[in-house]
């Protein structure tokens, strides 16, 4: 399945806590950190900046991109997401 790192900017903590949790419904999640996400799905990275768009405000900023060819990272949250990440991403 594929994986997408989506990073947010995001000001209204309701919003972005709504945001997070749209996200995680669509599959798979890793938190990457309080603005990213990791998430396997099959929609495309279109269909999920849809799917999240009624939900955002006109300045949240979203960005989605599929993973595949590298990743690296340091301290993720626990072995469990380290897991995770290194499966999917």
Same mark, same amino acid.
């Given at each position: 399945?594929? #994986?997408?790192?989506? @990073?947010?900017?995001?000001?209204?903590? %309701?919003?972005?806590?709504?945001?997070?949790?749209?996200?995680?419904?669509? !599959? !798979?999640?890793?938190?990457?950190?309080?603005?990213?996400? #990791?998430?396997?799905?099959?929609? @495309?990275?279109?269909?999920?900046?849809? =799917?999240?768009?009624?939900?955002?405000?006109?300045?949240?900023?979203? =960005?989605?991109?599929?993973? !595949? @060819?590298? #990743?690296? /990272?340091?301290?993720?949250? !626990?072995?469990?997401?380290?897991? /995770? %990440?290194?499966?999917?991403?």
């Amino acid at each position: 399945m594929p #994986a997408y790192v989506v @990073t947010f900017e995001v000001t209204d903590a %309701l919003r972005l806590a709504s945001i997070k949790e749209k996200l995680k419904s669509l !599959g !798979g999640y890793c938190p990457i950190h309080i603005n990213a996400l #990791a998430i396997s799905t099959e929609k @495309t990275a279109t269909e999920i900046r849809e =799917f999240v768009t009624p939900i955002l405000d006109p300045k949240d900023r979203i =960005f989605i991109i599929r993973s !595949g @060819t590298e #990743a690296a /990272w340091r301290n993720s949250y !626990g072995n469990e997401h380290n897991e /995770w %990440l290194k499966k999917y991403l």
